[in-house]
Structures are given as structure tokens and as C-alpha cells.
């Protein structure tokens, strides 16, 4: 049971991290994700997907685009695949308390002389390519000999994406997913597409209004003819959710339909 220590330290009656089982296998390259942790202490969590899981790694001062900074990566317990899309905030009280965002993610492919990834982490030698929205080319994931056996070191090799200057957590601190930084996650922890839907909606300055009754999306109907008349238009249908937004002073209410 991959998950079981995962598991075990979570109460998921309290946290809204995701319990496992659900997730789906890559079918091409496999996930990798790095997660900005704000817990007691503010680390890196860089997650690969093996074995159906994501095996994990802590990196306290987080990942580098220079070759010669060589970040302490320290493995911790498997997690479930579907942690790659968590952002939100772990409750006080709870294992890993603090808020998470998505910082970068993508997928990646060992390049070493090892190339299935079970069998290079098993050699403690992950020479990997990262094909992220923030961290590309090679990087090494090299475990510690003669250490405590969960300290490994994570850096850039040197290729066209190291860089000297640039401080990728300063200059790029922000999610993937919802473009917030990790303190602005909010308290109650909403889905992270909601609080990036306020900000573009408060970016459109619509005007507050009281609607009454209530209003539902309009959703397509199948039909087996296409209608006719002139007074018929066709467009494209998009799959997915339609959503009504409602601004009531400062807030904004949410109504989906599939
Ligand atoms: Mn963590």
C-alpha cells in the first residue's frame, strides 16, 4: 500500500487535500509537479509520478536555475496522484498545516542511463529532462551515500535553461494554476479557480446588481435535425461547466451547470 503512511497522517474529515485512490496514470510522459509549502517552514515539494503514485521530495530552500546551488532534497511519503492539482490551505491542527500552491508543473523523462524512472530512483540517480512552465531542461536528482537514507540533492545541470542570475522563486513565486502567491491563498478554502474567476471579474468592472428568482445557465439540447429558418444561428458548443456570475456590493455569487 503505496499510500498508507499518506494516509495514515491525514484526517480527511479536516483537511480538503485529496485522500488518493482516484487518480489517473499519464498515458505518455509521466507528472511531475512542484508544490510552494508554506507549513511551519516555508519549502518546495517536488512530486514525480511513478507507480501510480507521486514520490516525493522536500527541498527547503527550493529549486535553482544555477548548476552550482545543490538543494537538499529530502524524500518523504508517496502521495496521491491527484495532490498534483492541490492549492489550498491545510488546517491548523493538521499534519502540514499551512497553505500550498501549484508552482510549476509538467512532465518529465529520465535521460540518464537509466531511462524507466522506478529503476533509476532505485539506483538513487534520477538524470532527468523537466518539460515545466517554469523549470525545463536537465536536472539531477542525486541521493546522498553514506547520509540518513532520505537525502537526496536536487539541481540544474548546465544547458540553454541555467542561469546565474535569475532567483526562479523570487522572480516567478506565483501558481501555475491560479496565478496567486502562496499567502494569498484564502482562509476559506475555496477551489483555486474561484479566487482567480474574482480577480478577472473585478478586472471587468461589472456593476453590482440585485437579481431575483433564480437564474440558470443556458445549456445546450440535443437534437437528432439541424433547425431551420433563418432566424437560427450556429456556433461551436465548448464542453464543460457554464457558469452565471452575480455581483452583490463587493461579492460575487456562482451558479454552474454542466
Ligand atoms: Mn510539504
Known amino acids: 500500500m503505496a499510500l498508507e503512511k499518506y494516509q495514515r497522517k491525514r484526517d480527511f474529515s479536516k483537511t480538503s487535500e485529496p485522500a488518493g485512490g482516484e487518480g489517473q496514470e499519464s ?6 509537479v512542484i508544490q510552494k509549502h508554506r507549513a511551519k517552514r516555508l519549502h518546495y515539494d517536488l512530486r514525480l509520478e511513478m507507480e501510480g503514485v507521486l514520490r516525493s521530495w522536500a527541498i527547503p530552500k527550493g529549486p535553482s536555475l544555477n548548476p552550482d546551488d545543490k538543494r537538499l532534497a529530502i524524500q518523504v511519503e508517496d502521495h496521491p496522484l491527484e495532490y498534483a492539482d492541490f492549492e489550498g490551505i ?3 491542527g493538521e499534519y502540514g498545516a499551512g497553505k500550498v500552491i501549484v508552482w510549476d508543473q509538467g512532465t518529465y523523462e529520465c535521460i540518464g542511463e537509466e531511462t524507466d524512472p522506478v529503476k533509476a ?3 538513487g ?5 523537466l518539460h515545466g512552465q517554469k523549470l525545463k531542461g536537465m536536472w539531477l ?3 546522498l551515500k ?4 532520505n537525502q537526496w540533492l536536487f539541481f540544474k545541470k548546465k544547458d540553454e535553461y541555467s542561469d546565474l542570475q535569475t532567483e526562479i522563486t523570487e522572480e516567478a513565486p506565483e501558481s501555475v494554476l491560479s496565478g496567486l502567491e502562496v499567502d494569498e491563498i484564502e482562509a476559506e478554502a475555496s477551489p483555486a479557480w474561484h479566487s482567480r474567476v ?9 456593476p453590482s446588481r440585485e437579481i431575483k428568482g433564480q437564474v440558470r445557465p443556458m445549456l445546450a439540447t440535443l437534437v437528432t435535425k439541424v433547425p431551420e429558418g433563418s432566424h437560427w444561428i450556429y456556433e461551436l458548443k465548448y464542453d464543460g461547466i ?5 455581483k452583490k456590493k463587493t461579492s460575487f455569487s456562482f451558479t454552474l451547470a454542466a
Open 125 to 129: 540517480k534520477l538524470d532527468m529532462r
Open 146 to 149: 553514506g547520509r540518513q537514507d
Open 27 to 32: 498515458k505518455d510522459q509521466p507528472r511531475f
Open 198 to 206: 474574482h480577480r478577472l471579474l473585478e478586472e471587468l468592472q461589472i
Open 90 to 92: 491545510i488546517p491548523e
Open 121 to 123: 530512483w532505485k539506483t
Open 141 to 143: 536528482l542525486i541521493k
Open 242 to 246: 457554464r457558469a452565471l456570475a452575480v
